[in-house]
């Protein structure tokens, strides 16, 4: 869930964009110039992946796919994640300018997180694997959430409840996106394991 | 730029015609003939145009609204909100967008503020002006909701008007004029130019799917086909970058893109500059001098 403009505090603002600006500074560091064009593709599928709705009981839910992000760009992902909530802003005007840095943070940290939390559960091949790419989704889905709500409650006491309800709403989400995620791992195993060696780099 | 990947044949000569756009800022237009059959929701409906706005000079206009969304996003007052959405409107209006879009836009965008306007009037500490059993609607809530709806589209419509207009292989030129990171320009325009490619392998994954008689439910089948959707768009987006990569070498690409285009400050730009100024600082003396009263 985006942010709109002109919600947030200016301090939450500035914080969200003071972290953004790090990251991706860091993420731009081990980027090497020949890896543009790859990372550079990739997002583009992860933009394209997002517009695929996933029906839920009667609503179509988007996916997000951070976790995957993360597990297969790492720190990478960071710059990609803030390129396409760039592009979101001026393609569609979803998100927007001032909080491009905290929506950046909101979904690029889980993903970043979620790289070095699940990175040797994944290396190990059968169910470990199976277990760690559910949970990478899953988990990642409920950091953007509870970032969501974080950023809202610091802004005002008053947007409590609000965030409770865009926390609730993430939960089926966090499940759907779990078993996506597993099997679009399982899928690249099979399919292109050379696309996962990021995991072992 | 290098073809060769899975589904050769077919997409080949529609490729073939985008080939060796990058640097013309009319790729959008052209990429949106294609598309139009899809309906994509990838197009840029502003960017393209002749209006005074559209002709202004890209980096002044980034800067302009970068500023302005700043001072809104602080804006406390109803004045300087106000008054920051009636220069929006300005703006949309030299813009010369087609309003029906704007609006159906704007309606789309607002989802979040709808949610804000159910939640915080009920939940917001203040004087009831309204009771419904054990929910009170105050009206502090109110206001601070109005608020926030008037800050969110004051800064969309400038978004639209002044941002959304610029191609977006301009802005990423413009970006790096201004001197923003090399890696993070490169980056945005490659992912730019591939978006519309990857659409089309997505919308030719979606036919195949409805070929076969897929029907969407809420199963675990329709879970893992979707899964294996976007896995396989990965998988070709993969292979295509490995593609792209090998036939940028051949031509020589050594981490730098030379840009044809070459930004010209003139005299439109300085008055609009010269207008935005006052403008913005008329906006800080409302907001500051509102606070202090």
Not at chain 2, 66 to 86: H, K, N, P, R
Not at chain 2, 110 to 137: H, K
Not at chain 2, 186 to 195: D, G, I, K, M, V
Not at chain 2, 220 to 240: N, P
Request: with cysteine.
């Amino acid at each position: 869930m985006h942010i709109s403009e002109g919600v947030l505090s200016p301090a939450v603002l500035a914080g969200g964009a003071g972290l953004a600006a790090v990251g991706t500074a860091i993420g731009l560091k081990k980027l090497d110039y020949e890896a543009i064009p790859r990372v550079a593709i990739l997002s583009a599928a992860f933009f394209v992946a997002s517009l695929i709705h996933v029906p839920v009981g009667p609503v179509g839910l988007h996916l997000v796919l951070n976790g995957l992000m993360g597990l297969l760009l790492g720190w990478v992902a960071v710059p990609a994640i803030l390129i396409a909530l760039l592009l979101q802003a001026l393609l569609f005007q979803f998100g927007g300018l001032t909080v491009l840095g905290v929506n950046t943070v909101t979904m690029a940290a889980p993903a970043v997180i979620c790289f070095y939390a699940f990175r040797g559960l994944l290396r190990r091949p059968g169910t470990p694997a199976a277990v760690g790419a559910f949970a990478c989704g899953a988990t990642a889905i409920l950091l953007s959430g509870l970032l969501v709500a974080a950023a809202l409650i610091t802004t005002g006491q008053a947007f409590s409840k609000v965030a409770a309800l865009i926390l609730a709403a993430h939960i089926p989400v966090m499940l759907v996106e779990g078993v996506i995620t597993l099997f679009i791992y399982l899928f690249l195993q099979k399919v292109r394991p050379e696309m996962l060696e990021g995991l072992y780099a | 730029m290098g073809r060769a990947s899975v589904p050769a044949g077919r997409s080949a000569a529609r490729d073939g015609r985008s080939t060796n756009l990058w640097l013309s800022s009319n790729f959008s237009e052209q990429a949106n003939d294609e598309e139009d059959r899809f309906l994509s929701p990838l197009e840029e409906p502003f960017s393209a145009g002749a209006s005074p706005a559209h002709r202004l000079d890209p980096r002044g206009r980034i800067v302009v609204t970068a500023l302005f969304a700043v001072l809104m996003a602080v804006a406390q007052t109803y004045a300087a909100t106000l008054a920051g959405l009636a220069l929006a409107l300005c703006c949309l209006a030299l813009a010369r967008l087609p309003l029906q879009k704007v609006g159906l836009r704007l309606l789309v965008v607002n989802s979040f503020i709808f949610l804000l306007w159910f939640v915080l009037p009920l939940t917001y500490p203040g004087d009831a002006v309204w009771r419904c059993g054990p929910l009170a609607v105050t009206r502090q809530g109110l206001v601070y909701a109005g608020l926030i709806t008037l800050k969110s589209n004051a800064i969309i419509i400038a978004l639209m008007a002044l941002i959304a207009t610029v191609p977006v292989v301009t802005l990423g030129q413009a970006l790096h004029n201004l001197r923003l990171p090399d890696k993070l320009c490169h980056l945005l325009l490659f992912t730019y130019r591939y978006l519309y490619v990857l659409e089309q392998e997505y919308h030719r994954l979606i036919q195949a799917l409805k070929i076969r008689g897929f029907r969407p439910r809420t199963d675990l089948h329709t879970y893992r086909t979707y899964a294996y959707l976007a896995a396989m768009l990965l998988v070709r987006s993969y292979d295509r970058a490995e593609c792209v990569y090998q036939a940028m070498l051949c031509r020589g690409f050594h981490g730098t893109f030379y840009s044809l285009w070459r930004f010209s400050w003139q005299r439109r730009d300085g008055v609009f500059l010269g207008a935005a100024t006052p403008a913005l600082a008329a906006l800080l003396y409302l907001e500051w001098g509102m606070r202090l009263m």
